[in-house]
């Protein structure tokens, strides 16, 4: 059975750090073609990819948060952290982290998701 | 705005069959798999299409997906009140080196 699950603080204050940790089950990010991604979803609106890593430590970033986000993965613990630096109230959102494939990019399985909000 | 369109909205009755299309361009639909989700109200997304045209187990044969050239399409066949959700297309852009998602539809019903 495979699950994954978001955690870390559900307020934050702008200009601050955030810190997300996804800790999964049931699969290995040593093995090969398997990745997890992060993706958020402001309030009310669409899906926003931020960033995923490879079993190979390879990892990619949004361009247009590229400047702000950093992906690790922690293969012992089963974790992969995203970093967000600089955090505003347009980041206000629910944050999903999900396995990928490095095969056809799909997304098969997702956490339940974490809201953080953006307030001072 | 999203790099991938898609409608904002669609409706059909119970029974009916309804489309959802998404649009892209040749560094992304044009030449990598698609994949298509469902979010109902509430929920995480979940993995409804893969690989442009396939279903993951336990997604039944009402839902299929096709391509054609930079445009991705999502099919619903004997639509329930329990497909009533919001749909987003998914895919790699080899330009961008990223995932990228549609706008996602809001699937109605009546």
């Known amino acids: 059975q495979i699950t994954l699950k978001e955690s870390g603080p559900t307020l934050v204050k702008p200009t601050q750090t955030l810190s997300l940790t996804c800790t999964f089950s049931?699969?290995?990010?040593?093995?090969?073609?398997?990745?997890v991604g992060w993706i958020r979803q402001p309030p009310g609106k669409a899906l926003e990819w931020l960033a995923l890593i490879y079993w190979n430590k390879d990892y990619h970033y949004s361009p247009s948060l590229k400047s702000r986000v950093t992906i690790t993965k922690d293969t012992s613990k089963n974790q992969v952290v995203l970093t967000m630096t600089n955090m505003d109230s347009v980041d206000t959102a629910t944050y999903y982290c999900?396995?990928?494939?490095?095969?056809?990019?799909?997304?098969?399985?997702w956490g339940q998701g974490t809201l953080v909000t953006v307030s001072s | 705005q999203s790099v991938l369109t898609q409608p904002p909205s669609v409706s059909a009755a119970p029974g009916q069959k309804v489309t959802i299309s998404c649009s892209g361009s040749?560094?992304?639909?044009?030449?990598?798999?698609v994949s298509w989700y469902q979010q109902l109200p509430g929920t995480a997304p979940k993995l409804l299409i893969y690989d442009t045209n396939k279903r993951p187990s336990g997604i039944p044969d009402r839902f299929s997906g096709s391509k054609s050239g930079t445009s991705a399409t999502l099919g619903i066949t004997g639509l329930q009140t329990g497909d009533e959700a919001d749909y987003y297309c998914g895919t790699w852009d080899s330009s961008l080196s990223g995932l990228l998602f549609g706008g996602g539809t809001k699937l109605t019903v009546l």
């Open positions: 999900a396995r990928t494939h490095y095969y056809d990019s799909r997304l098969d399985y």
């Open positions: 049931g699969f290995s990010l040593s093995t090969s073609g398997v990745g």
């Open positions: 040749s560094s992304n639909i044009g030449i990598n798999y």
